[in-house]
């Protein structure tokens, strides 16, 4: 069973994979709380799925880069622990489903053989960094922002600051003012800028912060309109330690940080974030982009002939799916994945294609697609010919007949509705009633299976959400129907008007009667947006109204799409949150793992990492405390102030100075190592007193 | 009739934006006449009964999403139906059997939180 203890080379990634088989098998034994476990597995790659006892496995592919050998490698993890399918995410992950517990360390070890992790995958961590698909190859890129989304995963990856937030927190990378990344609803939504300054060209980011979609989405607001690219890594840094500190724990639908953001408001969010700077390992910090400035190279191979059967259908695709890159005579293809499930078969062979004849790399996109690059000009007829051999070569990439929909009820605890059934009949409707959509780039179809919004429904110009409606004792599965939203660029975007609800088997009609309208009214030199503004919320409302009616449904309307049995609510809890742990005795223990972290990392000249350990040991501890006083414990900050008031001040606690100096102690010191081992030693004897505290409480009860 | 949230709610807070008259709150949130309204000071309520806008009240619900009845309107003077229920994506914001009103009482609960 331990096959994978000698094979991983790198000594950080061994520790984690051993940690998590040895939580497993405590876990299994009844040995850690459950709630403990399972924060610690979704930091590690592992979520829940719909399906009893089995997981599903979220890879973390950082701009969703993949190569040929991790392609290879994926497939071959697929077929042996889960059902050989792949499926591409909205934040450019592949998730495959069905895998035992058990096997979840090994699955892992076999991925690092070619470099991918799990690790803080799902959880309250930085999640996958994303980035436009094009990056790197985008005609109108000031530069490749590919290096400093790399530089963001690595730098923040087992990070001790960003390990335990409130909540989980992403950012983006949008090559262009296209915004193809959709800065707007991130955390942390970045936008590459250049600037020239006395002669010389700077590269920097337009930066907005505290966006986001689910069932309350918000805006995010533009915090710099340049920010240099030199101190990129550190800002990130301080909006973490921000976030970690003032963020809601306890309420978990008003943790992101969008909440925190919107309370505070921005410029007190930034003064706070302006104060962290000292405390930081690195104030600057130069992201090495060399790698990703080589020219680009091929494998020698003699061009194979091939003769196009089709040459019609051959244009249409090269019209929607073939795009310019702006390297001289090299263009990228973009291949329409239907619901981004692909299988391992295709897998490999496109991983040879592309090895082959390509430059050995993949882009999986935020509409759950592929993107290969480097494709040289005099290749694109074979292509097409290979590409058509995998199913591969459907016209309309990012079409408006190019569906997003999350997994939703197929597998997904929180659906609440089928999104892929409804994704898979309106592309048919589309496909057959309405093929000149295929070319239409403006206009996108995404759909969520419930109000969570993976599938980015609220943001999209036409969007639905899984629903369900009661009519009498049964339930019929429901769509909203929702318009109006899209990206608009350089950082700007909308969220659309829920409209309607209708019952899932209405939503076809739906789409016709939004489609025919459009066909009908809509001014040539009006986009949908405008048209949309035009005509009014109203207008759509009245327009879909009469789908709305429940009192004339029919049997079918009870039966959800891809079903063939009545529709049955089933709404799981999510696992996304980090669950609060109540229990004192973890606590304590928790803080000695922290000193002991912290330890370590002084051991290794680590400072300013084992000052975090140290500064979480401190929280935790007094949390602990609070709790058993039946304090609420929704903050890091608030802890350490009502420890203060409840402990310190009524000298329950003796301390030489008020808990905030002790453990702000690490706001106003540069992270040297003087003061961590001091900082460590602090940390240790106020947890060394508030143990025997208890201890002494407990005896007397 | 104010409107309901039945323990059916899955907490997802679509309904608590789309409210008119904040009367939707989190489980557990304490909640204030005086908040998304324009009432201030000492106010008195169609039982007769005083209150503070800005005193503090008990959650109606310490799990699930909840109205505070004295502030539903079931959105009579903004929208065209209860937009808590049209946006409620399993269906659980239901007329409240336990605070039938008519239209017009409605409508002046409406003036009397927007005056």
Redesign the interface.
């Known amino acids: 069973m331990q096959s994978f203890r000698t094979e991983i080379e790198n000594p950080i990634v061994e520790k984690d994979i051993l940690e998590l088989d040895r939580k497993i098998k405590l876990f299994k034994e009844g040995k850690i709380d459950e709630e403990r476990f399972r924060s610690l597995r979704l930091a590690r790659g592992v979520y829940g799925q719909r399906q009893f006892g089995v997981q599903m496995i979220r890879i973390k592919l950082p701009y969703g880069k993949v190569t040929s050998e991790q392609l290879h490698r994926i497939a071959g993890v697929s077929d042996e622990y889960s059902r050989g399918r792949l499926h591409i995410t909205t934040r450019q992950d592949i998730q495959i489903h069905h895998v035992s517990l058990d096997r979840t360390p090994e699955l892992w070890s076999q991925l690092e053989k070619d470099d991918i992790t799990l690790r803080e995958a799902c959880g309250n961590a930085v999640r996958n960094i994303t980035a436009s698909e094009t990056a790197g190859i985008d005609i109108n890129e000031p530069f490749d922002v590919s290096p400093y989304a790399d530089a963001t995963f690595k730098f923040f990856l087992r990070n001790p600051i960003c390990q335990e937030m409130g909540r989980k927190f992403k950012i983006s990378f949008s090559g262009t003012d296209a915004d193809t990344a959709i800065s707007f609803i991130h955390d942390l939504g970045f936008i590459a800028k250049i600037k020239t300054e006395n002669g010389v060209v700077k590269k920097g980011f337009k930066v907005l912060l505290g966006g986001g979609l689910g ?2 989405p918000r805006h995010a607001d533009v915090i710099y309109d340049f920010l240099e690219e030199y101190v990129l890594i550190a800002t990130i840094e301080g909006i973490l330690r921000v976030f970690d500190r003032f963020g809601e724990r306890a ?1 978990r ?2 943790a992101r940080l969008k909440f925190l953001v919107k309370e505070m408001g921005v410029a007190a969010f930034l003064e706070l974030v302006s104060a962290e700077i000292h405390t930081l390992k690195y104030q600057t910090f130069k992201v090495d982009t060399t790698t990703f400035e080589q020219p680009v190279s091929f494998q020698e191979v003699t061009i194979p002939a091939v003769e196009i059967e089709n040459e019609v259908a051959f244009q249409k695709w090269k019209k929607t799916n073939v795009i310019k890159q702006k390297q001289a005579g090299l263009f990228a293809i973009g291949i329409k994945v239907h619901l981004g499930d692909f299988y391992t078969p295709k897998a490999r062979l496109l991983a040879d294609l592309v090895k082959k004849y390509a430059a050995n790399e993949i882009r999986l996109t935020l509409r759950q697609n592929i993107l290969i690059r480097h494709i040289r000009e005099e290749l694109i007829p074979f292509f097409y010919v290979e590409l058509e051999k995998l199913g591969f070569a459907n016209a309309g990439y990012n079409s408006t007949a190019d569906i997003t929909a999350c997994p939703g009820t197929d597998t997904c605890n929180l659906g ?1 509705s089928s999104s892929t059934g409804i994704a898979v009949v309106l592309e048919k409707v589309l496909e057959e009633e309405y093929p000149n959509y295929l070319n239409n780039k403006e206009i996108a179809i995404k759909i969520s299976g ?3 919004a993976c599938g980015q429904h609220n943001m999209a110009h036409i969007g639905f ?6 009519a009498g004792d049964l ?1 019929v599965p ?1 769509l ?1 129907v929702l318009i109006g939203g899209g990206i608009l660029g350089d950082g700007k975007g909308r969220f659309s008007d ?1 409209l309607a ?1 209708i019952p899932s088997k209405r939503g076809p009609d739906a789409l016709r009667l939004l489609l025919n309208d459009i066909d009908q009214n809509q001014q040539r030199e009006e986009n949908f947006l405008a048209y949309y503004d035009r005509q009014g919320k109203t207008y759509f409302y009245d327009l879909l109204k009469g789908l709305a009616d429940t009192t004339n449904l029919e049997p079918s309307d009870f039966i959800d799409w891809g079903h063939s049995e009545n529709y049955v ?1 089933a ?1 799981g809890v999510g696992e996304c949150a980090g669950v609060v742990i109540d229990l004192i005795a973890t606590l304590l223990f928790e803080s000695e793992e922290k000193i002991t972290s912290a330890k370590e990392a002084l051991k290794e000249n680590q400072f300013s990492d084992s000052i975090y350990y140290a500064y979480t040991a401190f929280v935790n501890t007094a949390k602990a405390l609070l709790i058993a006083e039946g304090v609420k414990t929704n903050t890091q900050a608030g802890i350490i102030t009502s420890f203060q008031e409840h402990f310190v001040i009524s000298n329950i606690v003796e301390l030489e100075t008020s808990f905030e100096d002790l453990v702000y102690q690490m706001k106003h010191e540069n992270p040297t190592k003087a003061f961590a081992q001091k900082y460590l030693i602090d940390a240790k004897s106020f947890y060394q007193k508030i143990d025997a505290h208890r201890k002494t409480t407990l005896s007397h009860v | 009739m104010a409107i309901i949230i039945t323990d059916e709610c899955i907490n997802c807070g679509a309904c608590e934006p789309e409210c008119p008259n904040t009367a939707i709150y989190e489980g557990a949130e304490d909640w204030k006449y005086g908040e998304g309204t324009s009432l201030i000071g000492d106010i008195e309520l169609k039982n007769g009964v005083t209150v503070n806008a800005e005193e503090t009240q008990e959650a109606v619900s310490d799990e699930y999403y909840f109205i505070s009845p004295n502030k539903c309107t079931e959105c009579i003077g903004f929208h065209e139906e209860p937009q808590c229920a049209a946006v409620c994506p399993v269906d659980c914001c239901v007329p409240d059997n336990a605070h039938i009103e008519t239209e017009e009482e409605l409508l002046a609960k409406q003036k009397f939180l927007h005056n």
């Open positions: 069932s309350q309420k639908a008003k609440i419930c109000m969570n959400q899984g629903m369900s409606i009661k339930q429901a909203q829920k609800k609510k709404i």
